[in-house]
């Protein structure tokens, strides 16, 4: 069965085409589902069962919600003009690949966009998405790749991933880890947020901007500079050492984050009033609220913290610090905190599921909520549907499929190719 379409959300009737990609281009594309946007995966026709080789590793993931797949190969000249069929009466274009591969297909943005004046494009309104890892300098587009991308940062056509535009960033050197190294957090800041999420907030402001000029653009996401750009507030960490992570005594963890004085002042008054008695007076220095203030007791009262927070367990404390303002929570791991996420009040009552629902809640046009099993897209699954909307025979599709042009994984009967 495929998956649920697009519901009539803020984004409905945006036709978005994305090329399959890893991480930060899928996730600008769920964005753009989850909130009503029509999205067709183009992925390629090799990944189409029957074939041995085939690796759908790329289908794999929940990132492909609400998405719909057809599966061609743009190597082909037949491939490659149904690619363009589709691009032509699209709104916007999702390119994950580094840069100059659509370039050199012919799918680039002078070929949509034409000219400076507009002119000469086949799809002047599209808004063309990219994302790349490290800047590539940003410009007018023209017609050379290589004119087109500036070469003044030589890490433009590098291969890397989440932890190398993190560290080109500038930002992986800020956070905390050991005393001899900062430690990696997950594929978080430069795969998601400063890609796929700033790609689609600049999708948006992109759309936006067209309802004025009637002309679309190109959007250029590298995810070195969107990680930079959401990093733009100094990490908290630094300004107090005692913001940390704390070991309970049952093993699970408790993070303290009370900077400003006043709520410092509550934190530290419910710890002290809560370790057991015994074990305070055994300690040989207290500390008092005028220690955030005294860089040089930081360390002690850090290993102060460490030491109390072991003599309960995560549980207990976390009740101690609930309702008050102490900036002290529990360290949840993914299923409790789908638990506590299907207690909110836009959730439906059910067992509690790991794939969190679209952020932000929309009063009036909300995103539907993810409280459901994800049916995995595989490619190809709907190549068939998508070429008869675009007005092709099924004789053509048939044809197409028997010489390999496209894949079909969406009940075709190959029996009859």
Not at 138 to 154: A, E, N, Q, W
Not at 233 to 257: E, I, Q, S, W
Not at 323 to 342: F, Q, R
Request: include cysteine.
């Amino acid at each position: 069965m495929s998956p649920p379409l697009a519901s009539r959300g803020p984004l409905h009737g945006v036709k978005v085409i994305e090329f399959a990609g890893l991480a930060p281009g899928p996730f600008a594309g769920l964005i753009l589902a989850d909130f009503g946007a029509t999205v067709i995966r183009i992925d390629r026709h090799s990944l189409v069962a029957p074939n041995p080789f085939a690796v759908a590793t790329i289908s794999r993931d929940i990132l492909c919600r609400s998405k719909r797949s057809i599966a061609l190969d743009i190597k082909s000249a037949e491939g490659l003009e149904l690619a363009r069929r589709l691009i032509r009466d699209a709104d916007v274009l999702i390119d994950p690949f580094r840069p100059g591969v659509l370039e050199r297909a012919g799918l680039g943005p002078e070929t949509w966009l034409g000219g400076a004046d507009g002119r000469g494009g086949e799809n002047p309104k599209l808004v063309y998405a990219r994302i790349a890892g490290p800047a590539q300098g940003y410009g007018r587009h023209v017609m050379s790749v290589k004119k087109y991308y500036l070469f003044d940062l030589p890490n433009c056509f590098m291969i890397g991933h989440d932890i190398n535009y993190l560290s080109l960033s500038g930002i992986l050197s800020l956070l905390p880890g050991t005393a001899e190294k900062p430690v990696f957090p997950l594929n978080l800041l430069a795969d998601f947020a400063g890609g796929g999420l700033t790609c689609a907030l600049g999708v948006l402001l992109a759309l936006f901007e067209r309802a004025q000029s009637g002309h679309g653009q190109v959007v250029d996401t590298d995810m070195v500079s969107g990680t930079r750009y959401v990093s733009t507030f100094p990490l908290l960490h630094a300004a107090l050492r005692t913001n940390f992570v704390y070991t309970c005594a049952d093993g699970k963890f408790m993070a303290v984050g009370c900077l400003e004085p006043q709520f410092f002042r509550v934190f530290l008054q419910a710890f002290l009033k809560n370790v057991p008695r015994k074990w305070l007076d055994k300690e040989k220095w207290l500390p008092d609220a005028e220690v955030q203030g005294r860089r040089e007791e930081w360390a002690a009262f850090r290993s102060f913290l460490e030491r109390g927070f072991q003599q309960k367990g995560r549980d207990e404390w976390a009740a101690v610090f609930d309702g008050i303002d102490a900036c002290a929570t529990p360290v949840l791991s993914p299923e409790e905190a789908a638990v506590l996420a299907s207690k909110a009040p836009a959730s439906p009552p059910s067992r509690p599921f790991l794939i969190p629902s679209p952020a932000p809640h929309l009063s009036r046009t909300p995103a539907p909520s993810s409280f459901a099993p994800v049916e995995l897209l595989q490619p190809g699954q709907h190549t068939k549907e998508i070429l008869l909307e675009a007005g092709l025979s099924m004789a053509t599709i048939t044809r197409l499929a028997r010489e390999g042009v496209i894949g079909v994984g969406d009940g075709l009967d190959r029996a009859k190719l």
